[in-house]
């Protein structure tokens, strides 16, 4: 059973370590807020997740701390979680910062072990090369996937990414499809 401490926003932490395959290197935890410093594992940088439990409404102020504790910590990206809703403010600033807003609805759990739910992977640019080359076709000839899709929001693809969606068949064995990641 889960300890009593750990929060929902704690539990969608792991959830996004493991499948981001992000490594942890610091946590901090306050009355407020728990601060995660990880690193991502395709560009070796550092990123900051703020955890902020409870039902609590996120608004510029909070947003100027995370931007404050990147700056402090020379950190360029940021993640924010929380289990209440965030300000219009907030979602519009937040491009412009490089920060990362999860939603309420993100995952506690991992969604690739569900027997339904394909295998998603990004591609790295020498693959994304590979594959257009392959099928003689631009990026946007794929076809495509919501940034808002939750497996796409669970591996942290970006509009302008690729993906390679594995699915298991009964009579074809493995079937391979790839996604253009639209806004």
Not at 61 to 71: D, Q
Not at 106 to 112: C, E, G, T, W, Y
């Given at each position: 059973m889960l300890s009593e401490e750990e929060s929902v926003e704690e539990r969608k932490v792991k959830v996004l370590l493991k499948l981001r395959k992000y490594?942890?290197?610091?946590?901090?935890?306050?009355?407020?807020?728990?601060?995660?410093?990880v690193k991502t594992p395709k560009e070796k940088k550092k990123m900051l997740i703020w955890c902020i439990p409870k039902d609590k409404t996120v608004g510029i102020?909070?947003?100027?701390?995370?931007?404050?504790?990147?700056?402090e910590a020379k950190i360029e990206r940021g993640i924010l979680i929380t289990g209440g809703r965030y300000t219009h403010a907030v979602k519009q600033a937040c491009k412009k910062k490089k920060i990362e807003l999860l939603p309420k609805n993100?995952?506690?759990?991992?969604?690739?072990e569900h027997q339904l739910v394909p295998k998603h992977e990004i591609l790295t640019e020498e693959e994304?090369?590979?594959?257009?080359?392959?099928?003689?076709?631009?990026?946007y000839q794929l076809?495509?996937?919501?940034a808002s899709d939750p497996a796409v929001k669970v591996i942290g693809a970006k509009p302008g990414d690729i993906l390679r969606i594995i699915r298991k068949s009964p009579t074809a064995g493995e079937h391979i499809a790839y996604r253009y990641v639209v806004e």
């Open positions: 490594k942890l290197i610091k946590k901090d935890k306050d009355k407020e807020v728990t601060t995660y410093v102020a909070y947003l100027n701390r995370i931007t404050k504790a990147m700056k993100f995952p506690v759990f991992d969604i690739f994304k090369k590979e594959v257009l080359e392959k099928y003689k076709v631009q990026p076809p495509q996937i919501k």
